[in-house]
Every structure is written in structure tokens, then in C-alpha cells.
């Protein structure tokens, strides 16, 4: 069996993207592109297999006849699911459900907790990150009010920060970042404000506010994860979250560096420059926007190069 499985994504457009995924040696579609889903195995987009013996398939098919190939646990369906976010305009401030809430709600659907990395904001960027609102009755009537201002905590954010989202946490990413995103492989999402935005028919989005109503934690409360550095020789590897649903680190690449496979994951995307990955002495070229999987059968590999990659695996 195949040890390493690279992944062709696709795109999706967007009422908030722009053309900034180009930077990551996509050959995206015309329009206002937001999203990139890199490592995707959903009913709304799955990223297709390029190389070895289950080219051709789409992640979603592959892990269905195959998933022991790609997760030690098998899962009903891929658990993770891996995107990069151009949001040339805000996005939605929106919530995401728990599992619970979601399996009655939407159709058997999972929850999604997920987190962000940024890769690139300009000057001055802003997200929202939680509410203010002390109790229920407060939360919803500020909603119900309109208070938008009283209502979303805003946080600045600049390239490298980190977010850990868990199901229920109010956020929106902000015009003028670029974002890597790891969640679990869900598509619900529920819309409290759109900035009254219509789109090119004249159409508004549809909001969610009962539902935002029902699943957001109030009081918000910030979870920070503490990140762990770990020199290997020039090169890095930061442990960026190790929580219910998923790890994430960040590998910096300079000239070498040798890893054993259960000490990281098996997802993993370029995000600068370029190098190789050796696997039992076969070397495969790497650069910036590549996304592939270790299977459950590489144990371990060396990363070539300089460059930045982040990885992540289910828990
Ligand atoms: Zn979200």
C-alpha cells in the first residue's frame, strides 16, 4: 500500500473571497475564490487522490472502501476535514454546534470545533473571538436588539497567532486575513450577523438566530492553548493544540530534519517554500500548497528543504 498520498483540492466561491489563494501555486477558478478545502472528504467537497494505486478516487470514496489506510481508529467517515480561507472581505459572525446538538439537528451531521493559524494579515486585522454577554437574557437580547458593537469581543491578529474555536465559541474571521484552518469534517454553520451584505442577485444569506441562540456558550470563555517548542537539530516543530478532537504543530524545515511519525500526525500542508519528504528512501518534491496524508503504513520520514508546513491528525 501507498505510504504518502497527495491530494488535489477544490475551491469554493465565496460572497467574502479573492484571488489570494493564487499565492499557494493554485490554479484557482474565476470569481471571488474563499476557500481552498486542502484535505476535504465531505458531501459538500471532497479533494481528489493524484499519485499510486487509488489515484483517480476522491478522498471520501478512498476512505470508505479503504479507512484503515488513513486513520489507526475508524470513523464512519473522515474525521478532519483542512482548509485555507482567503477572507478578502469579514466573513459571517457565526457558531457551530456540538456533536449532539448537530446528530438532531442537521441530519446526523457532526458537530465542529476547529482552529485557526494565521498565515498572513494585514496591517491592523481583526477577528471576532466570543461575545461579552454575561447570562442568556443578555446574549439574546442584545441579538434581538441589534447591539452588534456591545455584543462581539474583537481581537487583532497578526501572522503565526493561533485559535482554538471549540463548538458554541461566537467568532468571524476578519477582512484582509489569510487563514489555515483544521476542523472536524462538518459543514453546519450558523449566522447571527452578515453585515446586511446581498450578493451579486441582490439576495441576503440566510441567518441562524434561534439556533446561534441555542448552541453558543454563554459566558464565552477563551480557551488558550500553550504551544511547545521543540528544537531538532536547525529545525522546529511547535505543538500547536492538542485537544478533544485533534493535534496541530507546525514544522519549519531548515536543511533537515528526521521524524518519527506517532510523535506527530499524518495531514499536512505546505505553507512556504519548498523541499522534499523521503519515506523509506524514496523522495517525493514538495512546495508551497501541496497537501498530502501518511498513511498508516509510513512509520516514519525526513523532511528536506526549507519550509514551513503545519500537520495535524485526528484524536
Ligand atoms: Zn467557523
Redesign the pocket.
Known sequence: MDKIVFLEPVFCERIWGGRNLEKFNFSIPQGDIGEAWVIAAHDNGSSKIINGSLAGLTLKEAYEKHPTVFTEKVYDKFPLLIKILDASDN?SV???PEDDYAKVNENGELG?T?CWYVLDAKEDAKLVYGHSAKTHEEFNSRIDNAEWNELFIEEKVKEGDFFY?PAGTL?A?GEGILIY?V?QNSDT?YRVYDYDRVDKDGNKRELHIEKTKDVTTVPFEKVVTNPKEEKVGESTITYLANEKYFSVFKINVIEQIVIEKNKTGNLFTVLEGDGSIVINGIKHNVKKGDSFILTTECTSYILEGNMLLIGSYDR
Open positions: 466573513l457565526q457558531v457551530h465542529k476547529e474555536i467568532h474571521i484552518e476542523q454553520t
